[in-house]
């Protein structure tokens, strides 16, 4: 696989102890092995991998493989070649998220134990009328005085204080969690641990310094920062890439049947990327080499060109260039 060594580790737990040393940048991308990268990804991957290069620092590679029934066989390996043919270099090894459960689990209990998560046993059924926002169903706090089923989900205790961070590109973003969300899952029913605690148990153990990623997450990040607060943890810096949409607006994902990339001949794709990221690349840089494209790309990475932008409409999809591409075993 294609990384760059760090230290001597020999394997990804050592490797995460010997990265999250120092004051260096430490960014990461964090992939869930739904489906294969489309281009969508590639430019949140490609913002976050030139930032971090551009800063000198570590750029972690992490596959959030902690949901099995989101999760498609094969989609891993499509991902890590995807990412490999497009010329990325990871520090470390590939990172599992399913390796660090312990880790999850002793935040949970350490949540649990200071009264601060409890269990819940509403089914959707029981929430099926309660009211709703934009972050979906605002709980109501049912259980949370206590609860007699045995099959429980695990909330979390969330209150009205305004919770605020400045994203390096989309500027001051407040949320009120216990009236935009209510107590929000962090151990689901099924027993799986939920996105929002993995991720920040996982990025703290990792040391990420800067978190540069799609927009469509950016929400979540309130939830996140309310969670590293009660861990005791300190937050990374944030910033929010805009989101790539079919040229009628809707946001490319596998839902709105968005491909895999090619892997074949992936300049004109990652030039169409740093296009996408407002990078101005030069007419011919896709007659370069890979190794060549990202050179310039580092070089003369400018972020701050993004700044406000919240979606980028993709040329790309008009000039057919994603048809012959890798599908799912
Ligand atoms: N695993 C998440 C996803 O693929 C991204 C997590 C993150 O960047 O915080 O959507």
């Not at 350490?110 to 509403?122: F, K, N, Q, V």
């Given at each position: 696989?294609?990384?760059?060594?760090?230290?001597?580790?020999?394997?990804?737990?050592?490797?995460?102890g010997t990265?999250a040393?120092?004051?260096?940048?430490?960014?990461?991308?964090a992939?869930?092995?739904?489906?294969?990268l489309?281009?969508?990804?590639?430019?949140a991957?490609?913002?976050?991998?030139?930032q971090?290069?551009a800063?000198?620092?570590?750029?972690?590679?992490?596959?959030?493989?902690?949901?099995?029934?989101?999760?498609q066989?094969?989609?891993?390996?499509?991902?890590?070649?995807?990412?490999?043919?497009?010329?990325?270099e990871?520090?470390g090894?590939?990172?599992?998220?399913?390796?660090?459960?312990?880790a999850?689990?002793?935040?949970?209990?350490?949540?649990?134990?200071r009264?601060?998560?409890?269990?819940?046993?509403?089914s959707?059924?029981d929430?099926?009328?309660?009211?709703?926002?934009?972050l979906?169903?605002?709980y109501?706090?049912?259980?949370?005085?206590?609860c007699s089923?045995k099959?429980?989900a695990?909330r979390i205790?969330t209150n009205d204080?305004p919770?605020?961070?400045?994203d390096?590109?989309q500027?001051?973003q407040?949320?009120?969690l216990?009236?935009?969300?209510?107590d929000?899952?962090?151990r689901?029913?099924?027993?799986?641990?939920?996105?929002?605690?993995?991720?920040?148990?996982?990025?703290e153990l990792e040391?990420?310094?800067?978190?540069?990623r799609?927009?469509?997450i950016?929400?979540s990040t309130?939830?996140?920062?309310?969670?590293?607060?009660?861990?005791?943890?300190?937050s990374?810096?944030y910033?929010?890439?805009?989101?790539?949409?079919?040229p009628?607006?809707?946001k490319?994902?596998?839902?709105?049947?968005?491909p895999?990339?090619p892997?074949?001949?992936p300049?004109?794709?990652?030039?169409e990327?740093?296009?996408a990221?407002?990078?101005d690349p030069?007419a011919?840089?896709?007659a370069?080499?890979?190794?060549?494209?990202?050179q310039?790309?580092?070089t003369?990475?400018?972020?701050e060109?993004l700044?406000?932008l919240?979606?980028?409409?993709?040329?790309?999809?008009?000039a057919?260039?994603?048809?012959?591409?890798?599908?799912m075993?």
């Amino acid at each position: 696989m294609r990384h760059r060594n760090v230290g001597n580790s020999p394997s990804a737990n050592s490797a995460i102890g010997t990265i999250a040393t120092g004051n260096r940048y430490i960014g990461r991308f964090a992939p869930s092995p739904t489906g294969p990268l489309h281009f969508g990804s590639l430019v949140a991957a490609v913002a976050s991998y030139l930032q971090a290069r551009a800063h000198s620092g570590l750029w972690l590679l992490r596959i959030e493989d902690i949901d099995p029934p989101r999760e498609q066989p094969g989609a891993t390996k499509l991902i890590l070649d995807a990412l490999e043919t497009y010329g990325f270099e990871w520090d470390g090894e590939v990172i599992y998220q399913s390796k660090t459960a312990a880790a999850h689990d002793a935040a949970l209990q350490s949540l649990l134990e200071r009264g601060l998560a409890y269990p819940c046993g509403c089914s959707r059924r029981d929430l099926a009328d309660v009211a709703r926002g934009p972050l979906g169903t605002i709980y109501p706090g049912t259980c949370r005085d206590g609860c007699s089923s045995k099959e429980t989900a695990i909330r979390i205790r969330t209150n009205d204080e305004p919770i605020s961070f400045v994203d390096a590109l989309q500027g001051n973003q407040t949320q009120r969690l216990e009236s935009e969300s209510g107590d929000f899952i962090i151990r689901r029913r099924d027993g799986l641990v939920a996105y929002q605690l993995a991720v920040v148990v996982d990025d703290e153990l990792e040391g990420v310094t800067e978190i540069v990623r799609g927009i469509d997450i950016m929400e979540s990040t309130q939830r996140q920062i309310w969670l590293q607060q009660l861990l005791g943890y300190s937050s990374p810096k944030y910033a929010h890439v805009p989101v790539i949409t079919h040229p009628n607006g809707d946001k490319l994902s596998k839902l709105t049947g968005a491909p895999g990339i090619p892997q074949e001949n992936p300049q004109p794709i990652l030039v169409e990327a740093l296009i996408a990221l407002r990078q101005d690349p030069p007419a011919d840089l896709d007659a370069s080499s890979v190794y060549d494209i990202w050179q310039w790309a580092i070089t003369n990475w400018k972020l701050e060109t993004l700044r406000g932008l919240t979606a980028v409409k993709s040329a790309i999809l008009h000039a057919n260039i994603l048809t012959d591409t890798p599908k799912m075993p």
